[in-house]
């Protein structure tokens, strides 16, 4: 989602502001811009739709200046388009903001303030910066107009301010957006999250909720709303520069797909003793689940998708009742809860607001929660009572696929961890995945044929499994739909004849998983239904269950393991199925990253 980068310093603005938005791309957005002020008090202004290459395209900036702010804009309020992309700047020109987030009071704010102003766009956002102006007019200091503007938006908001009349000065604004304070020698940043700042630092603040900055080049000043003076210290990120670009790989998804059985071997060696012998994890964590009478798995998409395999492994290793919940439902519609309930936010980016919105309420509550999250120092990192990093690297493919499985693999651990008898060796089963998954990665030419043959022209595709080969499917079916445009559905393959099967026509694709040797004969009766009326059929199958028409055939894996190489060649299906279809895999149509607004 929106994308907030800004610098104050004494180097090229400009240049640092562009690349900061490349770097913020993979959020998803659909405009951007910038905004530059230079010593004389001069603020110049570019926007446009499209990508950051455009924006580049129209900056004709060639002045000395050393402040400014960048925005990627995913619209929310008002379409796309140039006059909706940020930056926003009251009508006197004084001040100029980015925004990220959504203001839930703007029609009461409207007429309260403005109920005659013509507002030059539609956005929230253009409220907001006359808001401002509005304050200061009445007060004569920034700061004040600023705590006034915290006192009077309900909503989410990060905001990069600046300030014609005060070009030694970048102020920032956050209530649950994003935002982080990048701090350096000679220059301070601003930006969405580290990835938009790690050129240029590693050294970073967190602003909680609530919160303000005022930036110099020198210095950095955190204020709670109040106007009190929040002492804080930096953090530093291990997050390595050199992982943020694709290498010789022609899209982040490619690359990412691939990493999966280093990620999974970075898993083992992270959670593990030197020797490799033995899982170790925070004895706090593993209480917190032993204590517990149910977890709940709250995430979204694909975190969602890897909860499901989740409660499998839960129920299967620990027998601990698991509860798999959709964050955006669970927040307005909180099932009845068991008495000593323990939370688990799955979230690759850890800044997903609907996860987030639950974990408030979770944390008011009182109940404990553990987030598992690919971002450290991501909110649902901080703002969980435990936290546990997928040490996937960044994945920066709008398509999540090494997230997933490092998800599972980590959920793994921790059911693991919570018996005292152990009937298999985690260790040397995760192992003989990540080998495995290697080896699937390995037969690209094979899966780029058979995305080929089944989804080249397809309209629609089916994909469908029993057991946890239909988690698999689900999100199979998610990788499909969301870089690929197919209209695609996840089944239980027992659910088909229920009604689903209608819409099998000549042709349709329906793919098939099947890992589990109890359901094996029961799924292929159902692949022989549909192929009787017509349907193009592929089974994905694990090689002690295979037969000899299966079109993907993979070597065997523990049993409550098969989801971790199940689910990759139909990521690599997906992948092929959009690189024919020409399509923007990394950035597909109307996604975001990282969804920071409900
Ligand atoms: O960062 P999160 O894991 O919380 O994100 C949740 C979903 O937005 C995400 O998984 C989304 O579904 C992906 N685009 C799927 O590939």
Redesign the pocket.
Known sequence: MCGIVGYIGYEDVKEILLGGLERLEYRGYDSSGIGILNDQGQVSVFKDLGRVSQLRTIVDYEEKASIGIGHTRWSTHGEPSKNNAHPHQSKNGRFTIVHNGVIENEDILRENYFASFKFISETDSEIIVELINYFYELYNDVELAIRHLMNHLNGSYALGIIDSQQPDKLYVVKNKSPLLIGLGEGFNMIGSDAMAMITKTNKFYELNDQEYAILTRDSISIFEITGAKVTRDYFITNLDKDQVNKGTYPHYMLKEIDEQAVVIRRIIDKYSDKRHERFIMDQNIIDAIKDSDRIYII?????YNAGLVGKQLFEKIANKPVDVCVASEFVYNQPVLSQKPLFIFI???G??AD?RAVLVNVNKLGYPSLAVTNVENSTLYREATYNLLLHAGPEIA???TK?YTAQIAVLAICAYLTVDVKEFDLIHELSLAANVIESICDQKEILKELASCFLRDTRNCFYIGRHVDYAVAMEAS??LK?ISYIQTEGFAAGELKHGTIALIEKDTPVIAIISQEEINLNTRSNVKEVKTRGANTLVISLKSISSESDGFVIDDVHKLLTPLVTVVPTQILAYYAALERGLDIDKPRN?AK??TVE
Do not use: C, H
Not at 299 to 303: F, L, N, R
């Open positions: 995430a979204a998409g694909t975190s979230s690759q980016s800044e997903t996860s709008v398509a999540s997230a998610l990788k969301e996604l990282s969804v």
